[in-house]
């Protein structure tokens, strides 16, 4: 996710600052990575593993940092290239980072991460957060964040199926197993209760889809 709005209230705001900090320096720079749900997180893992591209996390949900709504990721955004860091760009971000706070992913050293930026309150990694909170939501909905409601398609497996399934069949008159598994009968039932309430019939459950089900549930 790209929002500031999925960050923690304390995250976002270090993160406006930075943009600040930086555009006063003449560094123009973009957020381009916030929270991560589960499904992000995973894909993001299975990266240069089972899928195609670079390694580029070490860690599967909820083991990032992005995780738990304390961290964002920015690129440059002046035309000189996202990532280029020929002119060390990224380390002069990372040097105004740290002084208004933050810990700077390019001071790792194992997968040394300029482009990212985390609150340092908790340590560089989710351990402390596992211990205090249990889980992301826990965490995020007791500080003041939004707890992010992951995007489910037909191949879902995750365990909002079910109540996607017991809603949109119940409101729909649809007769459809509530198994958790996210097959074309789901699809279709989502897509008849989309239609009924009148958003875009695409059979994925995404922000908007969420929220009518939401006000079906209240």
């Not at 990721?73 to 860091?85: L, P, V």
Request: charged share 20%.
């Amino acid at each position: 996710m790209r929002e500031l709005t999925a960050l923690i209230p304390r995250a976002k705001a270090k993160a406006e600052e930075l943009v600040k900090a930086c555009e006063a320096q003449g560094l123009k720079i973009k957020i381009t990575d916030t929270l991560r749900n589960k499904a992000e997180q995973d894909a993001l893992y299975a990266q240069g593993r089972t899928e195609p591209g670079n390694i580029v996390t070490n860690v599967k949900y909820p083991n990032s940092m992005h995780n738990w709504g304390v961290a964002f990721d920015f690129c440059r955004n002046d035309g000189a290239g996202s990532y280029n860091d020929t002119d060390g760009f990224f380390s002069k971000v990372g040097s105004i980072g740290k002084s208004i706070g933050l810990e700077w992913g390019g001071d790792w050293k194992s997968i040394v991460d300029r482009p990212h930026f985390q609150l340092p309150d908790w340590g560089s990694t989710p351990a402390k957060l596992k211990t205090l909170y249990g889980t992301p939501d826990n965490f995020i909905s007791q500080n003041g964040g939004k707890v992010m409601l992951p995007t489910l398609k037909q191949g879902s497996k995750n365990g909002l199926v079910p109540v996607v399934q017991a809603v949109c069949g119940l409101y729909c008159d649809m007769n459809i197993d509530v198994d958790g598994i996210f097959g074309s009968d789901t699809c279709n039932a989502v897509k008849a209760f989309q239609t009924k309430c009148g958003i875009a019939s695409d059979g994925i459950v995404g922000k908007n889809t969420w929220a009518k089900i939401k006000e079906v549930l209240l």
